[in-house]
């Protein structure tokens, strides 16, 4: 955090000036779009002179070769990508070599996102033999040294896209190092980093810019605590306004499952940015979640307003009709998006989702199983996977897909619970234990773990256990939406307390019972039955136990032991 503090922004704002020039001149759009937006958003009191930056814009061409780089550079911003490679072929500078070799990468991808979108087929055999030749050429340029950071990061895209991970880590960071700046280097390592230990012992250059990586990557790993922490001190240090962060914290909050902040936050990113399309998916589940009908219309009418041709735009029109329960429509806006951006995560995903509304099983599967090809860490779609394969009664394969979700989502007390039941459905009741047991410590969000835990207890004929279980579980009984349960909780402990002979107790769960539609019935039997023990007992039995030993949710004798639970999955 100490070389947070340190960060000047003047010197931030001169990394800048020269990383915008030189990504805007190989055709990096998306880096140089997103260090124009750091710089936007950076607070300095120091004038600088952006001309300083900008005045040699031709660096890095030579001079015989100058020509060739301009019309080629104009045909790669309308992505005429072939054009471009052809008439940069015999250069060798710097800066057209690259724009050589990178046209002919994005023809190829292009091509190949073009024939994913009319079969809907990954074939990583195909995308092997297209890059190839690609390939080729940089693995000999790489091991004879005369890469720059350019290079070095279209290496790693390369290298990346044929799972060549480990090689990839290596290259790209080369490129960190070569130029600090080059955002789109950062963005790459990102998804190879699998955990916090990999990126505790990556070996990155010290510049601002790795303060943000780490940041963004712990998001990505759903470590967000520790990410907002460090996006708080950078805010601290000068990017207080800066857009990226904000929607970056929004989606930290959105992990965690803060919605009101997070929608406090995208509501404000909307006055700021009202443009703006990037994270409109986002914004657009927590709508979702909160069932804002209203608000969810006038960001879909919105979003048309400014690109419909955008697959956030989609997706956000897909949230709009899933909220209104027209799977069928939402699905048509996922293809769409799809179509646009074969790779769009959010899409696959929420696809999945709607399929799995429209009972069409097999579907969903497919969506989801795109979903965690384009991303492994996807939870919600090994959590979908395994949701699927429940229905489809095969539960081993449910169990992994339940344990594949489980691992990006440690802390997640659904997917504890939905790794629980498939545990006790395959009666592997020790460890169908250790995970509701975990689910309660860790917070239960849904607030089904502690019932698991006792029914699971019941089942396995440990009343002793269950009961304090369910007293637990009903300490708070306004809170709980699933009545049933609830009811059949009373009932349970009702009936264990009048076969201790304990009838205050068995008599107050009894008149919980009758507060109950579900289970007035048995309340009034189980009263009766008590009534009847009572009458039947000797005079001295039958008194009231002493004054001061009324009933109590939570005694000394029946509170729930949280300390002694396992913690081990």
């Avoid at 922490?229 to 499952?257: C, T």
Wanted: glycine residues 4%.
């Amino acid at each position: 955090m100490d070389e947070i503090a340190s960060i000047k922004p003047s010197d931030v704002k001169r990394d800048i000036y020269r990383g915008i020039a030189e990504c805007t001149k190989r055709g990096l759009v998306h880096s140089a779009k997103w260090l124009a937006g750091m710089n936007h958003g950076l607070s300095t009191t120091e004038r600088i002179s952006p001309s300083q930056c900008f005045q040699d814009t031709t660096f890095g061409i030579a001079d015989n070769e100058f020509d060739d780089y301009m019309l080629a550079k104009t045909f790669f911003d309308v992505q005429e990508y072939d054009r471009s490679a052809y008439f940069t072929q015999n250069c060798e500078s710097a800066v057209p070599k690259f724009l050589h070799l990178y046209a002919t990468y994005m023809s190829k991808e292009k091509k190949r996102l073009d024939n994913l979108t009319d079969t809907s087929h990954m074939n990583q055999t195909g995308c092997i033999k297209e890059l190839g030749e690609l390939l080729t050429v940089l693995k000999a340029r790489y091991s004879q040294r005369s890469m720059d950071a350019y290079l070095l990061y279209l290496y790693g895209v390369v290298l990346k896209k044929l799972d060549l991970n480990d090689l990839a880590i290596t290259v790209l960071l080369e490129s960190v190092h070569a130029e600090p700046v080059l955002w789109s280097s950062w963005v790459e390592l990102v998804p190879l980093i699998s955990d916090r230990d990999k990126l505790a012992n990556l070996n990155l250059p010290n510049h601002w810019m790795k303060n943000i990586f780490i940041a963004h990557t712990y998001i990505d790993l759903f470590l967000n605590d520790e990410g907002l922490k460090i996006y708080d001190q950078l805010q601290k240090s000068g990017f207080v306004k800066n857009v990226y962060i904000q929607s970056q914290i929004a989606i930290a909050h959105h992990n965690n499952r803060n919605v009101e902040q997070a929608l406090t936050i995208f509501r404000e990113l909307q006055e700021i940015d009202p443009y703006r399309l990037d994270t409109l998916d986002t914004y657009s589940n927590l709508l979702f979640v909160k069932d804002l009908k209203r608000e969810m219309a006038f960001l879909a009418h919105k979003a048309v307003e400014i690109n419909k041709y955008r697959p956030e735009t989609c997706t956000v029109i897909g949230n709009y009709y899933s909220i209104r329960a027209e799977h069928n429509k939402a699905v048509v806006y996922f293809q769409r998006a799809l179509k646009l951006d074969p790779n769009y995560l959010s899409a696959w995903t929420l696809m999945g989702h709607e399929f799995m509304e429209m009972k069409n099983t097999n579907a969903a599967i497919q969506s989801y199983r795109k979903a965690v090809e384009v991303n492994r860490r996807e939870y919600r779609a090994w959590y979908g996977l395994g949701q699927a394969y429940e229905i489809l009664k095969m539960p081993y394969y449910s169990l992994y897909y339940y344990k594949m979700a489980q691992q990006f989502r440690p802390y997640d007390s659904r997917m504890l619970v939905a790794l629980g039941e498939m545990y006790a459905k395959l009666d592997k009741n020790a460890n169908a234990l250790k995970c509701y047991q975990r689910a309660c410590n860790v917070g239960d969000i849904e607030g089904t773990a502690m019932l698991r835990l006792a029914d699971l207890y019941n089942s396995m004929d440990d009343i002793e256990s269950a009961v304090p279980a369910y007293l637990s579980y009903c300490e708070d009984e306004k809170t709980i939406p699933d009545k049933a349960s609830l009811c059949r909780a009373f009932k349970t402990l009702s009936n264990y307390y009048e076969s201790i002979k304990n009838h205050e107790r068995a008599t107050f769960f009894a008149y919980k019972c009758i507060e109950y539609d579900e289970t007035k019935a048995e309340g009034l039997s189980l009263l009766k039955a008590i009534e009847n023990c009572r009458a039947s007992m000797p005079p001295r039995a039958a008194e009231r136990s002493p004054e001061g030993s009324e009933i109590s949710m939570d005694e000394s004798d029946v509170q729930f032991n949280y300390a002694s639970m396992s913690t081990d999955p």
